[in-house]
T-cell receptor, first 114, second 112 residues
Framework: DQQVKQNSPSLSVQEGRISILNCDYT??????FLWYKKYPAEGPTFLIS?????DKNEDGRFTVFLNKSAKHLSLHIVPSQPGDSAVYFC?????????????FGTGTQLKVEL | DAGITQSPRHKVTETGTPVTLRCHQT?????MYWYRQDPGHGLRLIHY???????DKGEVSDGYSVSRSKTEDFLLTLESATSSQTSVYFC???????????FGPGTRLTVL
């Protein structure tokens, strides 16, 4: 049973426009959410995170929004750049419960076109 | 970048042979993890460790064992490799109470 879902396997965006990647979760115990970026033949790289006590976290061009009632989070990248082309994984954990384990979504391949 | 190395980076082996993958960290992080990445599945947790000689099973632990005799090393062993264990394996580290995990470069394992 997939507790973290990324329903869009791929997304194509033009350079300079906004990229919006979506993620849904089912486990109400999750209280910490993360986004990772992965290039081919490399390990995932931490991008940005958000605690369940917040609804928005911003870091430069990257903003994560959390809607707890809908169990939905999204990553906004603006403006999108060709170097943003990668696979993006959403992940969640029950941090307050004492667990550092992450549950990952299946990933979304973002392609930023010139 | 976190100081995490994995060895080997690539390995091809035959069904039924034992295989050990090594993860080494220089960050002195207490927690370590092994994941596998497969198309359509994202990253799935195999085993994890919350300290030396303190390990536990993850979501997909069948056919795998781990050992952690030192803080810096976490070994993943496939006792008898099967073709279904062909995958890319990632090691990760973290600290207690911090949600972020930091990943190594991965090991691509092919079981023929």
């Amino acid at each position: 049973d997939q507790q973290v879902k990324q329903n869009s396997p791929s997304l194509s965006v033009q350079e300079g426009r906004i990229s919006i990647l979506n993620c849904d979760y089912t486990n109400s115990m999750f209280d910490y959410f993360l986004w990772y970026k992965k290039y081919p033949a490399e390990g995932p790289t931490f991008l940005i995170s958000i605690s369940s006590i917040k609804d928005k976290n911003e870091d430069g061009r990257f903003t994560v929004f959390l809607n707890k009632s809908a169990k939905h989070l999204s990553l906004h990248i603006v403006p999108s750049q060709p170097g943003d082309s990668a696979v993006y994984f959403c992940a969640a954990s029950d941090l307050t419960g004492g667990g550092n384990k992450l549950t990952f979504g299946t990933g979304t391949q973002l392609k930023v076109e010139l | 970048d976190a100081g995490i190395t994995q060895s080997p980076r690539h390995k091809v082996t035959e069904t039924g042979t034992p295989v050990t993958l090594r993860c080494h960290q220089t960050e002195n992080h207490r927690y370590m993890y092994w994941y596998r990445q497969d198309p359509g599945h994202g990253l799935r947790l195999i085993h994890y460790s919350y300290g030396v000689k303190d390990t536990d099973k993850g979501e997909v632990s069948d056919g795998y064992s781990v050992s952690r005799s030192k803080t810096e090393d976490f070994l993943l062993t496939l006792e008898s490799a099967t073709s279904s264990q062909t995958s890319v394996y990632f090691c990760a580290i973290s600290e207690p109470g911090l949600g972020e995990q930091f990943f190594g470069p991965g090991t691509r394992l092919t079981v023929l």
